[in-house]
């Protein structure tokens, strides 16, 4: 054979093995060892800020929960200790009253002088058969109670 041949047959061989185990080529941070220094802080620098983020997001939340605790706690409180009861037709109030008229009524003290009661209701000294606010009357004034007759309906309000 010649020597021509052979190193054919010799490069056509190493072609070969080649295609069957072909290399990776090598990323760009392995070829330099600057960038790869620069990859890795990057990398770094990138899982910091999402364990941060994902802290904030944790905060807002649990500070979201607590207002909402918090305003439901609110209404349970405001529901709970109503404003009037109402038992057989009498409406009793330990605090001001929105009677459906649209009038707030705010019963604030009793006296007696001369024999004749008096009740102050919305800063306003009052007595019986006195109106208030046009659409009520001064029905009785009692022991801590004053009754109203809020256009027909008996209004009952207690100090």
């Known amino acids: ?51 941060r983020r994902k802290f904030y997001w944790k905060i807002s939340l649990g500070v979201l929960a607590v207002f909402f605790v918090a305003g439901l706690s609110y209404v349970g409180i405001r529901s709970s200790h109503s404003v ?15 009677i459906f008229s649209g009038t707030l009524y705010r019963l604030t003290g009793i ?16 007595s019986v058969g006195d109106p208030l606010s046009g659409k009520a009357m001064v029905k009785a004034i009692g022991n801590g109670e004053v009754r109203l007759d809020v256009q027909g309906r008996e209004i009952k309000l207690t100090l």
């Open 1 to 51: 054979m010649s020597l021509i041949q052979q190193a054919l047959e010799k490069t056509s061989r190493v072609q070969e093995t080649r295609t069957a185990n072909p290399s990776p080529a090598p990323k760009v941070y392995e070829r330099d060892p600057m960038g790869a220094a620069l990859e890795q802080e990057l990398t770094q620098v990138q899982q910091s800020y999402a364990r």
């Open 84 to 98: 009037a009861k109402v038992s057989s037709g009498t409406v009793t109030s330990h605090a001001p009253l929105r």
């Open 111 to 126: 006296t007696s002088a001369d024999g004749k009661s008096m009740a102050v209701i919305n800063d306003q000294i009052v």
